[in-house]
């Protein structure tokens, strides 16, 4: 019937992606324990910062919210930084 015991530490990893030709920002795969791409981590420039895009028909607890946005935001002030030491 299942694993019993304490939840995990980590409930998501992230999959850095190669990046394409012309493509400036990096991109990430969402993936869970079993290794199923839950979603993917982009750059949205239009709010410049970076974002999440689950993928349909899949389930965030509040946990992997709490990663998930620690993740983007981390993600976000390297950028901003980044971009900062080029000026």
């Not at 299942?2 to 993936?31: A, C, H, M, V």
Request: a positive charge.
């Amino acid at each position: 019937m299942g694993s019993y015991g304490p939840p995990p530490e980590r409930y998501l990893y992230f999959e850095k992606l190669p990046r394409k030709p012309g493509q400036k920002t990096d991109r990430w795969n969402i993936l869970s324990h079993h290794k199923d791409i839950l979603g993917t981590v982009r750059f949205y420039p239009q709010w410049r910062c970076y974002v999440a895009e689950p993928r349909a028909g899949t389930v965030w607890s509040g946990e992997c919210d709490k990663e998930r946005g620690a993740f983007t935001t981390a993600r976000t002030i390297e950028w901003r930084k980044s971009k900062r030491r080029k000026k």
